[in-house]
């Protein structure tokens, strides 16, 4: 039997809904990502996303992306409660989970902060409707009224959200500027200080309230604290992360910034992303987590 008219057949409708997932994959993605700092979840958050979208018949949603942004965005708010149970019990210093990322996005000075691993821990302390409307907003520019929709809330409601996310995350977030030059030349000083362990190179470079985490999730060793200040974290990355292995040291671009990713014996040990800010090195995140690693071995695509 023929479809009534005006209305697409099933499988017409089946291919336009995947040619519409397609087009928008990268970008739930990465808000689906800036709301849980998980890939693996976010991915997940995906899926479920899909078999939303393809109970839907595309040609009756007027506004398909702001539709798909909205069941992303739902998705991510129920694994963000899920996520919070389980980092209570998790072992060590909790760090998001790293993406190797492609070099045009450090080009979107916006986009490459909103999903730094500075960032990323910043907005880790916001509550889970907070931090949506938050990344919905200051990251992607969604109206109030559409970021309502998403998150449930009125827009007057979401108004105060913002306003209370923004001067939360402005209080807590790196400061200082560095153009791509200082970046680059600080991420090399930082990686031959590594690689030579001399501690004056090191101290050269870290600014004096450098900060140091690393991310072992009770699996590979990592420290259980930050370990904060130029001096202790020198003799840290001088001795301690990889005394005695066979390791290499190779400059990419982590969460849209300076990393080091880091080989013993020929395998992936882990990621150093590296903040730097006025030229001086402020912040060394080491995920040594294996179940994190997953995204180190191919460039993930972030788009806003």
């Known amino acids: 039997m023929a479809e009534p008219p005006g209305r697409a057949a099933p499988a017409e409708s089946a291919d336009t809904a995947t040619e519409v997932f397609v087009a928008h994959r990268n970008l739930l993605f990465t808000v689906a990502y800036e709301m849980l700092g998980s890939a693996a979840d976010a991915e997940d958050v ?131 500027t560095v153009s791509a030059d200082q970046t680059r030349a600080a991420l090399q000083a930082f990686q031959r200080a590594v690689e030579t362990g001399e501690l004056q190179n090191l101290l050269d470079v870290l600014a004096p309230d450098v900060v140091a985490l690393s991310d072992g999730g009770g699996v590979r060793h990592a420290l259980l604290r930050p370990v904060v200040g130029a001096d202790k974290v020198a003799r840290l990355l001088a001795g301690g992360w990889w005394r005695g292995a066979r390791r290499s040291v190779e400059p990419v671009q982590i969460n849209g910034g300076p990393g080091l990713l880091v080989r013993v014996d020929g395998e992936v040990d882990g990621v150093v992303a590296v903040r730097v800010e006025n030229g001086y090195v402020t912040g060394a995140y080491h995920v040594r987590n294996p179940e994190k690693l997953s995204r180190v071995g191919r460039e993930t695509a972030v788009v806003r």
């Open 46 to 176: 995906l899926q479920e996303t899909w078999l939303r979208w393809a109970a839907v018949d595309p040609a009756t949603v007027r506004e398909q992306r702001a539709y798909l942004v909205r069941i992303v965005t739902r998705q991510a708010l129920d694994r963000m409660r899920a996520l919070g149970r389980r980092k209570e019990s998790y072992v060590g210093p909790w760090l998001p989970e790293p993406l190797l990322t492609t070099p045009d996005v450090a080009e979107d000075v916006e986009l490459a902060d909103s999903i730094s691993m500075a960032m990323l821990l910043v907005m880790e302390t916001l509550a889970p409707v907070e931090r949506a409307v938050f990344v919905l907003r200051e990251v992607f520019d969604l109206g109030y009224e559409e970021i309502a929709e998403a998150v449930g809330r009125s827009p007057a409601a979401v108004r105060q959200l913002a306003y209370r996310a923004r001067a939360h995350v402005a209080a807590r977030r790196p400061r200082g």
